[in-house]
């Protein structure tokens, strides 16, 4: 069934999200394809002569309130949902799918940052890079050659847990690199691993072979502490654990455990909870780069969100198909 051709449209989310998104001249060019106000809040409420009442289309990003039944009553005229961000589930309410909303998401152009930080990261594990630091700091000298025989890159074994968009991404990003990579994911058939060139395993077996195993399944019920004492346990010693995903895909009491000890070292952009208490080791141990979940789109990179939308929106317009979808199936699968 066709979306129908939007004429107007709301910003909900936090006002401070809105000109970082749509910056002047991408703005300008949304406005060619729909009438838009140029502010936005977290609740529907009439902007630059846009009525709740007349709008078919909301574009959300963070701080948007959930969209209740109550929510939807005062939009009664919206169809569709462009989200201006990654994971929907924190909006989108069983009342949207009730009533039919077309829901899409800009998860696609957030997992290029996370990405890039993800290989970054990896690289780095693989020269331990994390330790040396330490060391060099510590002793002021350059490290002795005999010391430095497990570093380097070529054929490092790269574990990625979750064939996720953001670990297809990492996936493609690490093809031009002399590293083995295999991945874990219960919903990717073998034949499509072939195609994406990696080498599937069980998870087990993917933990106790990698030397640097990177996160991005996402955050359910069945995945929360994936990696347990038991599974950490798994890993070789000096491999590393990178985390862009979610903080409770790993048991952070069993990781620090392990980190104390200096068996592994970590890049974690997230943790659980976030932030952590001020008192947490993990904050100070020279094996553990940590982050405040700077992976995901920042900064310049947010037009990136604003762009994809944008994009979505020309697209209703002209009657053609939405890209990036978002299905009620998807939900226990995505992030």
């Known amino acids: 069934m066709p979306v129908p051709e939007p004429s107007a449209a709301l910003f909900l989310m936090d006002p401070v999200h809105l000109p970082r998104l749509f910056?002047?001249?991408?703005?300008?060019?949304?406005?060619?394809?729909?009438?838009?106000?140029?502010?936005?809040?977290?609740?529907?409420?009439?902007?630059?002569?846009?009525?709740?009442?007349?709008?078919?289309?909301?574009?959300?990003?963070?701080?948007?309130?959930?969209?209740?039944?109550?929510?939807?009553?005062?939009?009664?005229?919206?169809?569709?949902?462009?989200?201006?961000?990654?994971?929907?589930?924190?909006?989108?309410?069983?009342?949207?799918?009730?009533?039919?909303?077309?829901?899409?998401?800009?998860?696609?152009?957030?997992?290029?940052?996370?990405?890039?930080?993800?290989?970054?990261?990896?690289?780095?594990?693989?020269?331990?890079?994390?330790?040396?630091?330490?060391?060099?700091?510590?002793?002021?000298?350059?490290?002795?050659?005999?010391?430095?025989?497990?570093?380097?890159?070529?054929?490092?074994?790269?574990?990625?847990?979750?064939?996720?968009?953001?670990?297809?991404?990492?996936?493609?990003?690490?093809?031009?690199?002399?590293?083995?990579?295999?991945?874990?994911?219960?919903?990717?058939?073998?034949?499509?691993?072939?195609?994406?060139?990696?080498?599937?395993?069980?998870?087990?077996?993917?933990?106790?072979?990698?030397?640097?195993?990177?996160?991005?399944?996402?955050?359910?019920p069945e995945t929360r502490h994936l990696l347990d004492a038991r599974r950490l346990a798994l890993l070789p010693d000096g491999a590393a654990v990178v985390n862009t995903a979610r903080g409770a895909l790993v048991d952070t009491a069993a990781l620090t455990r392990e980190l104390e000890s200096g068996r592994l070292s970590a890049v974690l952009d997230v943790t659980d909870p976030e932030p952590l208490p001020a008192g947490s080791p993990l904050y100070r141990l020279p094996n553990v780069l940590l982050t405040p979940h700077i992976a995901g789109a920042l900064g310049n990179e947010l037009r990136r969100l604003g762009l994809a939308v944008t994009e979505e929106v020309e697209r209703l317009v002209a009657g053609e198909p939405l890209r990036h979808r978002v299905l009620p199936g998807d939900l226990d699968r995505i992030a």
């Open 23 to 220: 910056p002047g001249p991408l703005l300008d060019r949304l406005a060619g394809s729909v009438r838009v106000p140029r502010r936005a809040g977290p609740l529907p409420a009439a902007a630059d002569g846009v009525d709740p009442a007349e709008a078919e289309l909301v574009i959300t990003g963070w701080g948007c309130a959930p969209l209740t039944a109550g929510v939807l009553a005062g939009l009664p005229r919206v169809r569709t949902v462009l989200h201006a961000a990654g994971s929907v589930k924190a909006h989108v309410t069983e009342a949207c799918w009730d009533r039919g909303l077309v829901v899409c998401s800009a998860a696609g152009a957030n997992a290029l940052p996370v990405a890039e930080y993800a290989l970054a990261a990896i690289l780095l594990c693989g020269k331990d890079a994390l330790r040396m630091r330490g060391t060099y700091a510590a002793e002021n000298r350059l490290p002795d050659p005999a010391a430095t025989g497990r570093l380097g890159n070529l054929g490092r074994r790269v574990g990625i847990v979750g064939a996720s968009r953001i670990g297809r991404r990492v996936i493609e990003l690490l093809r031009p690199f002399d590293v083995e990579v295999s991945v874990y994911d219960p919903h990717l058939p073998r034949p499509e691993a072939r195609g994406l060139g990696v080498r599937p395993l069980p998870l087990d077996e993917l933990v106790a072979t990698s030397e640097v195993l990177s996160l991005h399944a996402p955050l359910l």
